[in-house]
């Protein structure tokens, strides 16, 4: 979806008389989201409050407002309450032909305590995952996106 709104901004910087004066307002505009991301390294508390977070080195982070912008907004994604933050590589921003990033979510029901994990029957878990999957999937379709 990213390159869905990256092509309808170029279509209109294209717009205008000269091209590459587009292009250069164009580039203005990712360059103006770019610098206005806060990313942060080192130590990060998660807005979860019971995690921590080291960013690794070759990484910056995004919290989880700017990282629901960048992939709700910016790449087109549903919105997603489960996600804390993303790491991107530090070289690269979230608008770049290559732009990629890891995803940081927590969700409370995959906590399990060491004594507890022996007791799990994981291929029945990975069947009903796999069922609530297919069932968001209408959903899915009527807004726009494709199954899973």
Do not use: C
Not at 26 to 50: A, R
Not at 88 to 108: A, M, Q, T
Request: charged residues 30%; hydrophobic residues 35%.
């Amino acid at each position: 979806m990213k390159n869905i709104i990256l092509s309808i901004l170029l279509f209109l910087g294209n717009s205008f008389p000269s091209s590459s004066q587009g292009l250069d307002s164009f580039q203005i505009q990712i360059d103006q989201i770019e610098k206005s991301l806060m990313y942060k390294t080192g130590v990060i508390d998660l807005e979860s409050e019971n995690a921590k977070l080291t960013v690794p080195n070759g990484f910056k982070f995004l919290d989880k407002e700017q990282s629901n912008y960048v992939l709700e907004d910016l790449w087109g994604n549903p919105k997603d309450s489960w996600i804390l933050g993303l790491l991107v590589p530090k070289n690269h921003g979230v608008l770049g032909d290559k732009s990629w990033v890891f995803i940081i979510s927590y969700d409370e029901m995959g906590f399990v305590k060491d004594d507890d994990a022996e007791d799990i029957d994981y291929d029945e878990l990975r069947k009903e995952q796999q069922k609530e999957f297919i069932a968001e999937n209408p959903e899915r379709i009527k807004l726009g996106y494709q199954p899973v």
